[in-house]
């Protein structure tokens, strides 16, 4: 059975952006508490599409690479999207993206190899699209709205959260305002070190 999973970066109070999508706190210093982590170590580890390395801990990078090998497809939303520029076409984990939104862009409709498919009736039809395009490997859910919108539904499988030492009092929550009954997770694996705690879990269904 194909895996609909999601990974973060968040805060201890549960941000994983600032205010205006980006990594700076609700003061707005500019700073990346949530990223460091990516630049804290000697491993390197280079994006799928070939354009950035980072440099983390030995079980960080391990980690970020067996989570690109088992990615088959993107599920995002039509916001970050936009704010992204549809990463030039390329998105850095270059894997095939599914776009949730309520109007195709017009200048993406047929246009020679493009990674994007777009999903314009909700997001049980676009896990079901993605899962399709996914072949045996993970779907992976990459903006906030739609990992909501997946728990909403009873349609996440896994959530990993790379957990920072940090208080950024505002900005992008990762879980906020569900409206359902609370949802039981099982811990599946703990790794930390100075600057995140790397925390896998199952969701219980």
């Given at each position: 059975?194909?895996?609909?999973?999601?990974?973060?970066?968040?805060?201890?109070?549960?941000?994983?952006?600032?205010?205006?999508?980006?990594?700076?706190?609700?003061l707005?210093?500019?700073?990346?508490?949530?990223?460091?982590?990516?630049?804290?170590?000697d491993?390197?580890?280079e994006?799928?599409?070939?354009?950035?390395?980072?440099?983390?801990?030995?079980?960080?990078?391990?980690?970020?690479?067996?989570?690109?090998?088992?990615?088959?497809?993107?599920?995002?939303?039509?916001?970050?999207?936009d704010?992204?520029?549809?990463?030039?076409?390329?998105?850095?984990?270059?894997?095939?993206?599914v776009v949730?939104?309520?109007?195709?862009?017009?200048?993406?409709?047929?246009?020679?190899?493009?990674?994007?498919?777009?999903?314009?009736?909700?997001?049980?039809?676009?896990?079901?699209?993605?899962?399709?395009?996914?072949?045996d490997?993970?779907?992976?859910?990459?903006?906030?709205?739609?990992?909501?919108?997946?728990?909403?539904?009873?349609?996440?499988d896994?959530?990993?959260?790379?957990?920072?030492?940090?208080?950024?009092?505002?900005?992008?929550?990762?879980?906020?305002?569900?409206?359902i009954?609370?949802?039981?997770?099982?811990?599946?694996?703990?790794?930390?070190?100075?600057?995140?705690?790397?925390?896998?879990?199952?969701?219980?269904?």
């Amino acid at each position: 059975m194909v895996k609909v999973t999601t990974g973060f970066s968040m805060s201890l109070d549960g941000f994983v952006a600032g205010p205006n999508d980006g990594p700076e706190n609700s003061l707005g210093d500019g700073g990346d508490r949530l990223f460091k982590w990516y630049f804290s170590g000697d491993a390197a580890h280079e994006v799928p599409s070939g354009n950035r390395l980072f440099k983390m801990s030995k079980d960080g990078a391990d980690m970020v690479q067996e989570a690109s090998q088992s990615a088959g497809v993107l599920v995002t939303a039509r916001r970050t999207f936009d704010i992204a520029h549809a990463w030039g076409g390329k998105h850095p984990m270059n894997v095939p993206i599914v776009v949730v939104t309520h109007e195709v862009p017009q200048e993406w409709i047929n246009k020679p190899g493009s990674p994007f498919t777009f999903v314009t009736d909700g997001i049980v039809s676009a896990i079901e699209k993605a899962k399709q395009i996914a072949g045996d490997k993970s779907v992976v859910v990459g903006a906030p709205s739609i990992v909501k919108q997946c728990i909403q539904a009873g349609l996440m499988d896994e959530i990993h959260i790379d957990l920072i030492p940090t208080l950024l009092f505002g900005g992008i929550p990762l879980f906020d305002h569900l409206g359902i009954a609370p949802v039981d997770l099982q811990v599946m694996e703990v790794n930390a070190t100075a600057e995140v705690i790397h925390i896998t879990f199952r969701v219980i269904k």
